[in-house]
């Protein structure tokens, strides 16, 4: 049987700017469901996510909401300022602070740190904690995969398919919508089309869609060519007859142009590529004996230990491995940016680099996107050794041209990842290095972004979390051991994930000793006591059980009234329904009381 809504959207719109955003979205959630809201960047995902949460208000339509409902976000971009501790943060707005203490826990945190020093990771770590502790009804999640390490996104998955209410997510890691959805959102052409089934199937449902428009546009087609040669034979003479049919043919013309956009949603995207540049020597970069380590205020962390690598022409090599393990940093040392203690690297002397790094520092969020694609002025970039206009180049990468006097900073995410890819792209290079290319990404970019690596000629490093996108574009991955060890696996994410179950068994024990090669993935240690959230859920456990029981009673005593269904048949349904309900609260809560008591039981002495 069908969950009733939780919350209901009915011909919503809303306008920005010259035209509407939303036109027409109709859509429902019901608890339980995972929905993956998908659709291109700057189609509208987080400003629906903000009518649902009602941080900003639809222009007409109707949004009804279930009453006592509570919302959580994780932004695309979590704001942690004016906060002096990551409790303070995770705490703001709850009456105590144990569920902020518990998911503080939970996420590896250190609840005592400044939210000023996170890292992306941390800072997305420290969002999550805050939503997970609100306890929500309906939880609003955009791109919050976006610096996590696999193992924490593992763990999210398993919180999120465990999660008893409303999870709405925007992401571009195909591999995690897969896991968590029970079912897909389109956003496309300011409607929402709402798929029963999970992202894991959105490909075969949209291809569906799109071969029924196609045949609908082609009907379109002949329809309205007849239409306008009935209207080139003249209407003048008949126009009191024929306002009607004039009418209609011009509603024919923007139903036609809307669906050919819409079926162009898809397929008119940015034409990526990359240029390999000049011809070079086989060997690319030979890295011998490299030594590099680190002291911090937990001991030395030890990036390279001894590391012998060669990378040749055409190697395409993706760089894996929990945030800390200093993948970035080793990248940093294989182009010569920082000094190694020991050992030696040396370079092609026909390398030429192309750097992405996962900050997008490049940008400067006063610039015009114009000033970021020209920086010296004038209105053409030089493309890979040709010169092309702007606005061209910039319409390659789904820009258009009025966005090109906007600053930077009034760009989205996944807008600013595109212009810092353009920015990259238009470089000539035979070695192309990509630390976090994918976050804020659309599908779209996404595939387009696979499928220029995929035809890039050069030598390819890749930095990424993303399991789905190192499948599809790297031959081997580099993953870490623990103390500045490294080894080279064959194949993408999946292969290097089953190469490495011997090799990490093999390695945990001196892995252990290792202080900062990576957080640790959450509960790694056995728990010494019972965590803030078990403690405080028994102690409600524990005052629940004696007021069932007699609400029970009471309810049982009342239907054992003979007379009470002559009397009042709504008021019997009522209790009858109740009993029932109850009845089965008091033995679920029970149940969760044994399961935590056996946790307690099973405590190390």
């Known amino acids: 049987m069908a969950q009733p809504p939780l919350i209901s959207l009915t011909n919503v719109r ?11 979205v109709t859509l429902a959630l019901s608890k339980g469901e995972r929905a993956a809201l998908v659709g291109r960047n700057g189609a509208g995902k987080s400003t629906l996510m903000k009518i649902i949460s009602e941080v900003i208000e639809a ?13 959580a976000t994780v932004a695309q971009e979590p704001d942690v300022s004016g906060f002096a501790t990551v409790l303070d943060y995770v705490a703001d707005g ?13 996420f590896g945190i250190d609840p005592e740190a400044d939210p000023k020093t996170l890292s992306g990771g941390q800072k997305r770590r420290a969002a999550l904690a805050k939503a997970f502790a609100k306890q929500p009804t309906i939880l609003l999640l955009d791109e919050p995969t976006n610096h996590l390490d696999v193992p924490m996104i593992e763990y999210l998955e398993g919180r999120l398919k465990a999660f008893n209410g409303v999870v709405l997510v925007v992401s571009h890691d195909r591999r995690f919508l897969e896991t968590v959805s029970t079912n897909t959102l389109w956003l496309r052409q300011g409607k929402v089309l709402k798929s029963p089934e999970g992202y894991l199937k959105f490909d075969q449902w949209a291809e569906q869609i799109e071969e029924e428009d196609e045949r609908q546009l082609r009907r379109m087609t002949t329809q309205l060519k007849d239409e306008q040669h009935w209207l080139a034979r003249g209407v003048t003479a008949r126009r009191k007859r024929n306002q009607g049919r004039l009418a209609r043919l011009r509603q024919m013309k923007v139903d036609h142009a809307q669906m ?3 079926l162009n949603d898809r397929k008119s995207l940015a034409e990526f590529s990359a240029d390999a540049g000049e011809a070079m020597s086989k060997k690319v970069i030979e890295a011998k004996g490299l030594l590099k380590t680190f002291q911090t205020v937990d001991g030395p962390l030890v990036i390279a230990a001894s590391l012998d690598m060669r990378i040749l022409r055409g190697d395409r090599i993706g760089i894996i491995g929990p945030n800390g393990a200093g993948k970035t940093t080793l990248v940093r040392l294989l182009l010569g940016e920082i000094t190694p203690d020991a050992g030696t690297v040396t370079h092609s002397k026909t390398l030429q680099v192309t750097y992405q790094d996962q900050t997008r520092e490049s940008l400067s969020a006063t610039d015009t996107m114009w000033e970021a694609l020209a920086p ?25 041209p009025e966005q090109l006097r906007q600053p930077v900073g009034a760009l989205s995410g996944g807008e600013r990842n595109r212009l810092a890819l353009a920015i990259g792209l238009a470089q000539t290079s035979n070695l192309l290095v990509m630390d976090e290319p994918t976050n804020d990404l659309d599908m779209q970019t996404l595939d387009l972004l696979e499928d220029m690596l995929l035809a890039y000629e050069g030598t390819l490093i890749l930095v990424s979390h993303d399991r789905a996108f190192l499948d599809a574009t790297v031959t081997s991955c580099l993953c870490p051991l623990g103390e500045g060890e490294w080894i080279q696996t064959a194949g993408g994410w999946s292969d ?18 290792s202080k900062g090669t990576a957080n640790p993935a959450p509960k790694a ?31 049982e005593k009342d239907l054992a009234d003979a007379g009470l269904y002559a009397r009042d048949a709504a008021a019997f349904t009522k209790r009858s329904a109740r009993v029932s309900a109850a009845r ?3 033995e679920n809560i029970e149940m969760e009381w044994l399961e935590i008591e056996e946790k307690r039981q099973n405590l190390p002495s």
């Open 14 to 24: 809303l306008t920005f700017g010259s035209g509407p955003l939303f036109e027409g």
């Open 59 to 71: 222009d007409s339509g109707e949004v009804w909401r279930q009453p006592g409902i509570t919302y």
């Open 94 to 106: 709850l009456d105590g602070a144990y569920m902020a203490e518990a998911e503080i826990m939970e």
């Open 260 to 262: 050919r956009s819409a």
């Open 376 to 400: 010296m002025g004038g209105d053409s970039i030089n493309v890979q050794g040709n010169q092309r206009h702007i606005a061209a180049y910039a319409k390659d990468f789904l820009f258009r």
């Open 496 to 513: 290097a994930e089953e190469q490495l179950r011997g090799v990490r068994q093999k390695h945990a024990p001196r892995a252990a000793k």
């Open 525 to 555: 240690k056995p728990a010494a006591k019972l965590s803030y959230k078990d403690e405080h859920r028994q102690k409600e456990i524990n005052a629940l059980i004696p007021k069932l029981q007699a609400e029970i009673a009471a309810l």
């Open 584 to 586: 089965t609260e008091l």
